[in-house]
């Protein structure tokens, strides 16, 4: 049989194919974080931070895919006496895993429920559910109804059906803590700022782990009933 090798010639164009790819879009993702300062400079005290997330993955790196403001304030506030329900899993999983008592994620994807059930294998206190697509997502929904109301100290809808998941985990907030809406500016997750009513909220938008463009990030705290 003839097996097809490439000429060295064709290897060496393929190479430097490639490499210029990879450089125009470095540069491109470095015209993207000069904008970023530009717009907030506040936001070049986590320049060092970012750049050691650059192209990794935030599962590796343990981290949360929110703002560093909202990953420090978070860091400040969480401790082995809290208890977080998130939709949607990644880095923050393990985040969450290493400082406080109680997590339990609501995961639609079986490979990622399959990986962070690995990651998470070692602690205590960390439940991932593994809600599939299947059918109309209406259990992944309702997953954080199984909790009585006021039982968490932190929400984060950072998952599928946003406003459905933040509609539903508003109550199971206790008062004073924290419910969180990831990607806040899409119009298409509006609703949830009517749901909040008036409990008060503060938007963040800055540089976050591995992300390239800016992270928009609200923050509400609850009020007592
Ligand atoms: C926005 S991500 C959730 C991120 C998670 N809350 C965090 O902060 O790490 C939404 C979904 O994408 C998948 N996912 C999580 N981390 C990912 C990553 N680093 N890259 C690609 N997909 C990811 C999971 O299925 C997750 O439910």
Same mark, same amino acid.
């Given at each position: 049989?003839l097996e +097809?090798t490439?000429?060295a010639?064709?290897r060496a164009h393929?190479?430097?194919v490639?490499?210029?790819?990879?450089s125009w879009s470095?540069?491109q993702?470095?015209?993207?974080l000069?904008?970023?300062?530009?717009?907030d /400079?506040q936001q070049s005290?986590?320049l060092r931070?970012w750049?050691?997330?650059?192209?990794?993955?935030?599962?590796?790196l343990e981290?949360p895919w929110? /703002?560093?403001q909202?990953?420090d304030?978070?860091d400040?506030?969480?401790?082995r006496?809290?208890r977080?329900?998130e939709?949607?899993g990644g880095?923050?999983?393990v985040?969450l895993?290493r400082?406080?008592?109680?997590?339990v994620t609501?995961? +639609?994807? /079986?490979?990622? +429920?399959?990986?962070?059930?690995e990651?998470?294998?070692?602690?205590?206190?960390?439940?991932v559910l593994?809600?599939?697509m299947?059918p109309?997502?209406? #259990?992944?929904?309702a997953s954080? *109804?199984a909790?009585p #109301?006021?039982?968490?100290?932190l929400?984060?809808v950072?998952?599928?059906e946003?406003v459905r998941?933040?509609?539903h985990a508003?109550?199971?907030?206790?008062p004073?803590g924290?419910?969180i809406l990831?990607?806040?500016?899409? *119009?298409?997750?509006?609703?949830?700022?009517g749901?909040?009513g008036?409990h008060r +909220?503060v938007?963040?938008?800055?540089?976050? /782990?591995?992300?390239?463009?800016?992270?928009h990030?609200?923050?509400w705290t609850?009020?007592?009933?």
């Open positions: 049989m +097809h490439a000429s010639p064709a393929e190479a430097l490639r490499a210029a790819r990879s470095t540069a993702d470095v015209r993207r000069a904008t970023r300062i530009l717009e /400079p005290r986590y931070r750049l050691s997330t650059y192209r990794r993955s935030t599962l590796d981290l929110l /703002p560093f909202v990953i304030r978070l400040a506030v969480l401790d006496s809290s977080v329900f939709f949607g880095g923050s999983t985040w895993a400082r406080v008592g109680e997590v609501a995961e +639609h994807d /079986p490979e990622w +429920h399959a990986l962070l059930t990651r998470t294998r070692q602690f205590a206190g960390v439940t593994d809600l599939d299947s109309g997502l209406d #259990d992944y929904v954080i *109804d909790f #109301d006021g039982f968490f100290d929400v984060v950072d998952g599928r946003r998941c933040f509609h508003l109550p199971k907030v206790r004073g924290v419910l990831d990607d806040s500016q899409r *119009d298409r997750y509006a609703r949830a700022f749901i909040a008036e +909220h938007t963040i938008r800055g540089l976050a /782990p591995c992300k390239t463009t800016r992270a990030t609200t923050v609850v009020r007592d009933a």
